[in-house]
């Protein structure tokens, strides 16, 4: 009796395939998920540094700090509102805040070193709406 050939691959063969790709898979989520994480805090960044830019503009051409982002758009600073990101005046204080909390807000400061970052609730003490103790909000100061 001769055997006969049989197109295919055996069990052994597409369990041995799928457990490699099981093993990549491992190591591919945790990298994929950091990235996106990476993404997100390079918005954030770039975000303040437009708004702070717009903000300092601004005050040197008009000579007075811009009561909301409102004025900034009015006056062509920005082109369009910054989605989730507000900003408080106190005297010669702009505080560039995040509506929402951000999942690891303290790692703003090391990722950029360039803006006063700070993700400490302290920060808060002179706007109406301060954050407990255990959310984190990412903050810019710009003093004038």
């Known amino acids: 009796m001769a055997l006969?050939?049989?197109a295919g691959f055996s069990?052994?063969?597409?369990?041995i395939v799928l457990a490699v790709i099981a093993i990549l898979g491992t190591f591919a989520v945790p990298m994929v998920n950091n990235v996106i994480l990476k993404a997100k805090m390079t918005k954030i960044i770039n975000d303040m540094k437009v708004l702070e830019n717009s903000i300092i503009q601004y005050y040197y051409d008009e000579d007075t700090i811009p009561a909301d982002i409102s004025a900034l758009i009015a006056n062509n600073y920005l082109e369009n509102a910054v989605d989730n990101i507000n900003f408080s005046t106190n005297s010669n204080v702009v505080y560039v805040y995040y509506n929402s909390e951000v999942e690891k807000a303290d790692d703003l400061e090391n990722l950029d070193t360039t803006l006063k970052w700070s993700s400490?609730?302290?920060d808060f003490s002179t706007l109406a709406d301060v954050?407990?103790?255990t959310e984190k909000y990412p903050v810019l100061k710009v003093i004038f």
């Open 4 to 6: 006969k050939n049989k």
């Open 11 to 15: 069990l052994y063969e597409v369990l």
């Open 120 to 122: 400490s609730n302290t």
């Open 131 to 133: 954050p407990s103790d």
